[in-house]
């Protein structure tokens, strides 16, 4: 069957929608351009009504009426004055014109330079995503960078915030050498002295690199939203945790996420050991924590330095000793673990007898040590035990016993540290500069971020137990006596001190406003015993040498 012609009225049509087409939109350009400056006009306007409205709306009633009587007198005036309302009109036509004139285009892709960089970066990385066997090579030299490159972000500075990559299937991005090139490589090309998180989508052959803000330093020490047996060790990530607390901040109150140890009887990780660089912040960490666990517990320090970090806190209530001596050390841990054991018997006496644990065995008792490393060279100088050896019993008995161990260290002497403290100190932080290396060796794996070399105090990674890598910022807890210490964060240490208590045990007011005086070392008397609880401690602690 032979086919009809179209009619000529059919055949033709298309073509006189285009030109019609054509013509219309060259029409619209014109008008356009004639009738801009009219338009910018109004959109101005519109702009200034839409102020003049809102100033309006935010201004109190009681200041309604002098404001209008203020607009009608320059009103007036203007009508008064000669040519008032011509000026008027041209000042107003002038501030619309400005009000609503173009604004700038808005970047919707990167630039040459910002191209140049991501193609820079892509011919790093073929050597590490291509094989001479791949068909068709997703990294290739010379090849398409906008294939595996995308949600690229930079700064104002022209360095790269955020990419994400798409990385063939055969990359053995399961192992850690492997990823650990690549994290590399993208730190070097992307800008050094910043902090990168690399997230790797295994199952979606994708990885996801980011620049994270730096953590707040503005959260001093103060009394946090906790329950008794938690210790917020720092504030981290918001999505590294799903848990906030308030608290105020040098710029006004705030919810943070807090990094929380938990501890007690059932705590997996009961014991801590904080390591850092001097000045990092571990002894700031030893303070921040002596403070929270006083108001539940009673706390035994031994500084090994010497220096009086500490001295703000001998005398106070709860505080059974501060040590900075060796023979005091030695008294101290010694009746430490006597007493760890006195808590055992007696809480198994009670349990077989049906009755429940005495009361003092269920207040915690706090054992904080501060660089033992000093404290072991000086007994093995003088032939004496070395004070972790006397930590034994405290570390492998203390969770049932309701006493806790926290450990801190600097990394030239990592290698003093004994076995049983390595092992029964399952929490741990790692405070100011380290390389990847040593994070690992004190983590057991290796950060989640690429360190940076300049931190401030406090700055480093927490992990507890086998939970994932945390970054933290410990709360500033400067010595109060310290005379670089500010006002506001001296005064925010001593509004947590405990009242001072004489040697009969009764406390003493400070006078409000003033330093208190360190003093000596009080000795504090364990709680009276149960009847027959079991063979008494042996040692007590006893005031500091010196």
């Known amino acids: 069957m032979a086919r009809r012609p179209l009619p000529r009225i059919l055949s033709s049509g298309s073509d006189r929608i285009a030109r019609s087409r054509e013509i219309a939109r060259t029409a ?14 109004t959109r101005g306007l519109r702009k200034l009504a839409a102020t ?17 009587l203020l607009v009608a007198a320059c009103v007036l005036v203007l009508a008064l004055v000669p040519y008032g309302p011509l000026l008027a009109l041209v000042s107003l036509m002038g501030a619309a014109a400005w009000k609503g004139r173009e604004r700038p285009v808005v970047k919707t892709g990167p630039d040459e330079a910002e191209i140049e960089r991501l193609k820079g970066l892509y011919e790093a990385l073929v050597p590490y995503f291509s094989v001479p066997e791949d068909p068709a090579p997703l990294f290739a030299h010379g090849g398409d960078w906008t294939g595996p490159f995308g949600d690229h972000a930079f700064d104002d500075g022209g360095r790269l915030t955020r990419l994400r990559i798409k990385y063939p299937a055969y990359f053995t991005d399961g192992e850690t050498v492997s990823r650990a090139r690549i994290e590399q490589l993208l730190h070097a090309k992307s800008g050094r002295g910043r902090e990168y998180l690399f997230d790797w989508d295994e199952e979606g052959n994708q990885l996801v690199m980011s620049v994270l803000p730096p953590l707040p330093t503005t959260i001093a020490a103060q009394r946090f939203v906790t329950v008794p047996g938690e210790t917020v060790l720092g504030f981290t990530d918001a999505d590294a945790v799903q848990r906030t607390v308030p608290v105020q901040a040098a710029d006004g109150a705030e919810d943070a996420p807090p990094v929380v140890w938990r501890t007690g009887p059932r705590s997996t990780e009961p014991h801590l050991l904080a390591v850092g660089q001097p000045g990092s912040g571990t002894t700031s960490l030893l303070r921040s924590i002596a403070l929270q666990a006083l108001p539940h517990g009673d706390v035994l320090i031994v500084e090994g330095s010497g220096t009086g970090e500490y001295a703000c806190l001998t005398g106070r209530a709860g505080v059974l000793a501060v040590e900075c001596g060796l023979t005091g050390a030695l008294a101290s841990l010694e009746w430490a673990a006597h007493e760890t054991e006195r808590r055992l018997i007696a809480a198994n006496r009670a349990r077989q007898a049906g009755h429940p644990a005495p009361d003092d065995t269920r207040r915690p008792l706090w054992i904080l040590l501060d660089r033992p490393s000093v404290l072991g060279h000086l007994a093995a100088a003088d032939g004496r035990p070395d004070p972790q050896d006397l930590l034994q019993v405290p570390l492998r008995h203390g969770r049932a016993a309701q006493v806790t161990v926290v450990v801190a260290e600097q990394f030239d002497s990592m290698e003093t540290l004994g076995e049983t403290v390595r092992t029964h100190t399952r929490a741990r932080v790692v405070l100011g500069p380290a390389s990847p290396g040593q994070i690992a060796s004190v983590l057991g794996v290796g950060p989640h971020t690429t360190p940076v070399p300049v931190v401030p105090p406090g700055r480093g990674y927490a992990r507890l137990g086998s939970g994932r890598v945390l970054r933290l910022q410990v709360p500033a807890t400067p010595d109060p006596f310290d005379e670089a210490t500010s006002e506001a964060q001296r005064q925010a240490v001593l509004a947590l001190l405990p009242e001072r208590q004489t040697a009969t045990g009764t406390a003493v007011e400070a006078a409000p406003g003033s330093a208190p005086d360190p003093g000596p070392a009080v000795v504090t008397k364990p709680a009276a015993h149960a009847p027959d609880p079991g063979p008494a401690p042996r040692h007590a602690p006893v005031p500091a040498e010196g």
Request: proline share 10%.
């Open 28 to 41: 619209a350009d014109s008008a356009t351009d004639v009738l801009h400056p009219l338009i910018t006009i």
């Open 52 to 68: 003049a409205r809102a100033r309006w709306a935010a201004t109190p009633k009681e200041r309604r009426g002098p404001t209008l």
